[in-house]
């Protein structure tokens, strides 16, 4: 039998709460938070800086490979239990981490196993959720579910620099396996649904009339009709020059970000600060996207004027230039905290911009589309930075060249205008 929406209250809300704790366990996977073990694990392991880093092209690379089978279930069976399935793969990497002693092993639990457990947690299942279950709203829905990785990082920073301090790195790893069955495994069985319509309700819930979608015209996004909705296949999708305009200009500037996120700690690290205050530094970076992220959900909703499209990787430029030149405290500081508020912004953006130009039914066929690609790209960043740091001792002439890439992808996502659908059906038989 069918839930109705009588009370007033949409289970939508629910969706976004669940979809917060999950990202919240995603921080402790987050590049910054590896660079934390870069110090532990070189003086007892004597892994150097790229060896350590090299795993996370490698996890993402998995990631990119399972996106598609990812994107496929979600859009037939829901998120609940990708979600719940994904946790438990987690959970069991970061125990197998907390035993490892060689770096094979290392690869083998966090770059290949870790990497479908995160596939199976990563934006793509959660925002994909929330975008079957907000429209209207979908920017601000998006952005209260992604504060859970800000919060996560908020909070996991500081602990993992007490854990390793007091107890060592083994039993941060622990401590993360725990976290990944309390915020992942067991509020997602519980509460997860598919979209709205498997409960008899519309997206956005009735705080929001079914005419007010009359205002999503073509040329802001896909048209949004209560009856039927756009839908896609892999090989349409590929066709339209919007989907190539995205890639480029997001993956360019994902390169970037996972080559100066991984960077952070140890960039601190060499210009004297200590792990206490690193840890500050990635706490202050965390509660600047937290206050900054209700207003890049308001903005998000208006991503069919370019110049919303690309304040994010104008901002994320900014910070670079000021990683590049920082030869004072308040330099490093204030880069580090622009730095999260931009990209916190791009993420959000993105994830409005995917959903708007191709509709809610089949966005997990869409989105793992075009995660392999975007994967592909990014990946090389860690790698690539930490090379250049073992060539010239420098991570600078690395952010030189992010630079020029943040420029590229704002230009590129400024030309970006949303696909004619091809085919529409109905929520209600899908």
């Given at each position: ?202 997206p956005d819930g ?81 509660v600047a996207t ?57 993420m959000i953006i ?81």
């Amino acid at each position: 039998m069918k839930a109705k929406n009588n009370s007033g209250y949409f289970y939508g809300w629910n969706i976004i709460g669940a979809a917060f704790l999950s990202r919240f366990s995603f921080a402790s996977g987050n590049a910054s938070i590896l660079g934390l073990f870069f110090t532990p694990l070189n003086a007892q392991l004597g892994w150097s800086r790229t060896s350590i880093a090299g795993v996370l092209t490698l996890s993402r690379l998995f990631e990119g490979i399972t996106s598609p089978i990812v994107g496929t279930l979600l859009d037939r069976y829901g998120s609940r239990w990708i979600l719940v399935v994904g946790g438990i793969i987690l959970s069991l990497g970061f125990m197998g981490l907390s035993a490892m002693t060689n770096l094979w092993q290392f690869y083998l639990v966090r770059g290949i196993f870790m990497a479908i457990g995160f596939s199976l947690v990563s934006m793509l299942v959660t925002n994909t959720t929330i975008s079957n279950w907000f429209v209207v709203r979908r920017g601000r829905a998006i952005a209260l579910a992604g504060m859970g990785t800000s919060t996560g990082m908020l909070i996991i920073s500081p602990i993992t620099v007490a854990v390793i301090a007091v107890w060592g790195w083994q039993t941060a790893w622990i401590f993360f396996a725990v976290l990944a069955w309390l915020v992942v495994v067991i509020p997602s069985a519980l509460i997860m649904k598919r979209r709205p319509e498997d409960m008899g309700l519309k997206p956005d819930g009735e705080v929001v009339n079914s005419n007010d979608y009359s205002n999503l015209q073509p040329e802001k996004s896909v048209q949004y009709d209560s009856t039927k909705e756009a839908v896609w296949t892999r090989r349409q999708v590929v066709r339209t020059p919007a989907f190539w305009l995205l890639i480029t200009a997001i993956s360019s500037s994902m390169f970037a970000f996972q080559g100066v996120n991984i960077s952070i700690a140890p960039y601190a690290e060499d210009l004297g600060f200590g792990a206490a205050a690193i840890a500050l530094m990635l706490m202050a970076r965390s509660v600047a996207t937290i206050l900054v992220t209700p207003m890049w959900g308001m903005l998000s909703e208006h991503v069919h004027l370019p110049t919303i499209r690309v304040i994010p990787f104008l901002i994320q430029l900014l910070a670079t230039a000021l990683l590049t030149l920082a030869d004072t405290n308040a330099m490093l500081w204030f880069g580090i905290v622009v730095y999260g508020a931009g990209f916190t912004g791009m993420m959000i953006i993105q994830e409005v911009l995917w959903a708007n130009y191709y509709g809610r039914l089949t966005l997990g066929t869409v989105r793992s589309t075009s995660l392999p690609l975007q994967v592909l790209i990014s990946g090389g960043g860690p790698v690539l930075i930490n090379l250049v740091f073992d060539l010239t001792g420098s991570y600078r002439p690395a952010y030189a060249a992010f630079i020029g890439l943040y420029l590229m992808s704002a230009i590129l996502i400024w030309f970006a205008k949303p696909p004619i659908p091809y085919n529409f059906a109905n929520p209600d038989e899908r």
